[in-house]
């Protein structure tokens, strides 16, 4: 009996001792789940302060939510104010308590509704503008070359707009995503701790965000697969119209190159092979007229799909051209009358007489609006202008208004010029006219001669009777003697120079001979030796009135 009752004292000692290792073994795994917790706890609050960081941060889209929750809230709070005056201003009869009650409410009505007038954007749909793709423009039309610019210029900006509206539509996803992370992390951090009001506040607050960015996004997401699309099809359009824009500027430009060097082979050749100056500029001024107007016309029929609606504009602009710019039209007129008719040509001695100025000297070039002249030492520059030397311009449309005179016309490269000299009354007038004729007929044969020939060849074009290119010699009685004058032909680029010659001679042939005096205007003084002051005499009426 004994040992039994010592094996059952020792039976429950064991059941003691194991009941105590198991309740310390449950105590220890108890401290280790708590110390764990901790740790996910703390991991999960850094988690969560960085997303909160990440989201007030740079985060338009927070930012617009806050206005229209703060919108919302005093929405709400406007509500109840309302409530609350109406209840008071229904009672008949308020005590002092609830006449500033209602005072207060008024007030802060009054304040509320100066943060709702801030605050109007957002109480529809405050994500609109942000919505809202970049508008696209008017499309370029590729046309030209220079279209090519304007069209790439265009294409970077809907790649810029693009790229902009895309990074929008990435940042509101990457919200949406940092607001299902705070989600499911204070979700964690409930089951924690479930009577946690703060976090219950932030998870209902984060839902609220999450259901009001949902059908945001959704809306973002069509509107940008549509507007990325269109955006691809405009890309796509302008690449074809540039490349054929290009590919069509190749071939205008490979047509212009063999102008150009079929233009430049034929003046090489020209240059070589001809002698004469003259005929090579013609040559040169016809081969770069028609240059241009083939480079004019295969721009217009390459550039300018519909000729007809540029006539018919042209057409009604025609009058208002003609006005505006009638100078210019007149010139174009000119110029066409002068090649044409061939009235001047280039390296002709023409004088322009324009108001009481005359310009006498060679023409060096002849455009579409003027002729550029270069002023000589001629006779006219020594008795009227005292200067020579200048490029002067002519406007063409001074050939329909002004006197324009032509000392090279048709070949004809000689003028007349005189010279005239004064001799006494009792000179020898026969000796002295039979010395300016020999003179003269003596340094002008050759160009009598050369005009001799070029007014038969003139006959045929001209009604030309006088043909008597002899040297005149003409004498006439003025107050002071006898005026000679000599007249002969002369070259027109040189008629100072061989009248200077012709003069020379004469004077030293006359000057030789006795029998003939140069006559001048002179005035005889008579003295008399005794020359007397004569009396004054006291002024007369007569006197006075002469």
Same mark, same amino acid.
């Given at each position: 009996?004994?040992?039994?009752?010592?094996?059952?004292?020792?039976?429950?000692?064991?059941?003691?001792?194991?009941?105590? !290792?198991?309740?310390?073994?449950?105590?220890?795994?108890?401290?280790?789940?708590?110390?764990? +917790?901790?740790?996910?706890?703390?991991? #999960?609050?850094?988690?969560?302060?960085?997303?909160?960081?990440?989201?007030?941060?740079?985060?338009?889209?927070?930012?617009?939510?806050?206005?229209?929750?703060?919108? %919302? !809230?005093?929405?709400?709070?406007?509500?109840?104010?309302?409530?609350?005056?109406?209840?008071?201003?229904?009672?008949?009869?308020?005590?002092?308590?609830?006449?500033?009650?209602?005072?207060?409410?008024?007030?802060?009505?009054?304040?509320?509704?100066?943060? #709702?007038?801030?605050?109007?954007?957002?109480?529809?749909?405050? @994500?609109?503008?942000?919505?809202?793709?970049?508008?696209?423009?008017?499309?370029?039309?590729?046309?030209?070359? @220079?279209?090519?610019?304007?069209?790439? +210029?265009?294409?970077?900006?809907?790649?810029?707009?693009?790229?902009?509206?895309?990074?929008?539509?990435?940042?509101?996803?990457?919200?949406?995503?940092?607001?299902?992370?705070?989600?499911?992390?204070?979700?964690?951090?409930?089951?924690?701790?479930?009577?946690?009001?703060?976090?219950?506040? !932030?998870?209902?607050?984060?839902?609220?965000?999450?259901? =009001?960015?949902?059908?945001?996004?959704?809306?973002?997401?069509? =509107?940008?697969?549509?507007?990325?699309?269109?955006?691809?099809?405009?890309?796509?359009?302008?690449?074809?119209?540039?490349?054929?824009?290009?590919?069509?500027?190749? /071939? &205008?430009?490979?047509?212009?190159?063999?102008?150009?060097?079929?233009?430049?082979?034929?003046?090489?050749?020209?240059? *070589?092979?001809?002698?004469?100056?003259? *005929?090579?500029?013609?040559?040169?001024?016809?081969? %770069?007229?028609?240059?241009?107007?083939?480079?004019?016309?295969?721009?217009?029929?390459?550039?300018?799909?519909?000729?007809?609606?540029?006539?018919?504009?042209?057409?009604?602009?025609?009058?208002?051209?003609?006005?505006?710019?009638?100078?210019? @039209?007149?010139?174009?007129?000119?110029?066409? /009358?002068?090649?044409?008719?061939?009235?001047?040509? /280039?390296?002709?001695?023409?004088?322009?007489?324009?108001?009481?100025?005359?310009?006498?000297? $060679?023409?060096?070039?002849?455009?579409?609006?003027?002729?550029?002249?270069?002023?000589?030492?001629? #006779?006219?520059?020594?008795?009227?202008?005292?200067?020579?030397?200048?490029?002067?311009?002519?406007?063409?449309?001074?050939?329909?208004?002004?006197?324009?005179?032509?000392?090279?016309?048709?070949?004809?490269?000689?003028?007349?010029?005189?010279?005239?000299?004064?001799?006494?009354?009792?000179?020898?007038?026969?000796?002295?006219?039979?010395?300016?004729? !020999?003179? =003269?007929?003596?340094?002008?044969?050759?160009?009598?001669?050369?005009?001799?020939?070029?007014?038969?060849?003139?006959?045929?074009?001209?009604?030309?009777?006088?043909?008597?290119?002899?040297? *005149?010699?003409?004498? @006439?009685?003025?107050?002071?003697?006898?005026?000679?004058?000599?007249?002969?032909?002369?070259?027109?680029?040189? =008629?100072?120079?061989?009248?200077?010659?012709?003069?020379?001679?004469? &004077?030293?042939?006359?000057?030789?001979? $006795? $029998?003939?005096?140069?006559?001048?205007?002179?005035?005889?003084?008579?003295?008399?030796?005794?020359?007397?002051?004569?009396?004054?005499?006291?002024?007369?009426?007569?006197?006075?009135?002469?």
């Amino acid at each position: 009996m004994r040992k039994k009752f010592l094996f059952i004292v020792l039976l429950l000692s064991t059941f003691a001792l194991a009941q105590t !290792e198991v309740e310390t073994n449950n105590t220890t795994a108890l401290e280790s789940n708590h110390t764990t +917790s901790v740790r996910i706890d703390q991991k #999960l609050l850094l988690e969560k302060e960085t997303l909160d960081k990440a989201l007030k941060e740079n985060n338009i889209w927070s930012k617009i939510y806050s206005n229209y929750h703060t919108y %919302n !809230e005093l929405k709400k709070q406007e509500g109840i104010l309302d409530t609350r005056i109406y209840q008071l201003e229904r009672k008949r009869k308020r005590s002092k308590t609830e006449e500033v009650a209602l005072e207060n409410a008024k007030n802060d009505k009054s304040i509320l509704k100066g943060k #709702l007038q801030l605050l109007q954007e957002y109480e529809k749909n405050p @994500f609109k503008k942000f919505l809202t793709p970049p508008a696209i423009e008017e499309v370029p039309s590729v046309g030209n070359p @220079f279209a090519v610019i304007s069209a790439l +210029s265009y294409q970077e900006k809907l790649n810029s707009d693009h790229k902009e509206y895309d990074e929008r539509y990435q940042s509101i996803q990457n919200v949406m995503k940092k607001l299902k992370e705070k989600r499911a992390i204070l979700q964690k951090l409930l089951l924690d701790d479930p009577k946690n009001k703060k976090y219950s506040s !932030e998870l209902k607050d984060t839902q609220e965000q999450i259901k =009001t960015f949902a059908p945001v996004i959704e809306i973002f997401k069509t =509107t940008e697969n549509v507007y990325t699309k269109k955006i691809d099809e405009i890309k796509l359009n302008l690449q074809s119209d540039i490349k054929r824009e290009v590919q069509k500027a190749m /071939v &205008i430009g490979g047509i212009i190159l063999f102008f150009i060097i079929f233009i430049l082979l034929v003046k090489y050749l020209v240059r *070589r092979y001809m002698s004469d100056n003259d *005929r090579f500029y013609t040559i040169n001024k016809a081969l %770069n007229i028609t240059f241009f107007t083939l480079l004019l016309l295969t721009l217009l029929f390459a550039y300018i799909e519909n000729v007809s609606y540029l006539v018919t504009i042209l057409g009604f602009a025609s009058a208002g051209i003609a006005i505006a710019m009638k100078d210019w @039209f007149m010139s174009l007129m000119g110029w066409f /009358v002068i090649v044409i008719g061939g009235a001047v040509h /280039v390296g002709d001695r023409v004088k322009f007489v324009r108001g009481n100025v005359e310009y006498v000297g $060679d023409i060096v070039d002849i455009s579409l609006l003027r002729m550029t002249i270069q002023e000589d030492i001629t #006779l006219t520059t020594y008795m009227h202008n005292r200067r020579a030397g200048r490029i002067i311009f002519v406007p063409n449309n001074f050939i329909f208004t002004d006197m324009v005179a032509n000392y090279s016309h048709a070949g004809l490269k000689t003028v007349w010029d005189g010279i005239d000299l004064m001799i006494t009354f009792d000179s020898n007038v026969s000796k002295a006219s039979s010395i300016a004729k !020999e003179i =003269t007929k003596k340094y002008s044969k050759g160009y009598t001669d050369i005009t001799r020939k070029q007014l038969n060849k003139l006959r045929s074009q001209y009604s030309m009777k006088n043909t008597n290119v002899e040297p *005149r010699i003409y004498t @006439f009685i003025e107050p002071y003697g006898i005026k000679i004058s000599a007249w002969y032909h002369t070259n027109a680029y040189a =008629t100072l120079t061989l009248r200077s010659t012709i003069s020379l001679e004469i &004077i030293e042939r006359i000057q030789a001979e $006795d $029998d003939i005096t140069l006559a001048f205007p002179t005035q005889s003084i008579y003295v008399d030796k005794d020359v007397r002051k004569p009396i004054a005499q006291a002024p007369t009426l007569f006197d006075e009135e002469a």
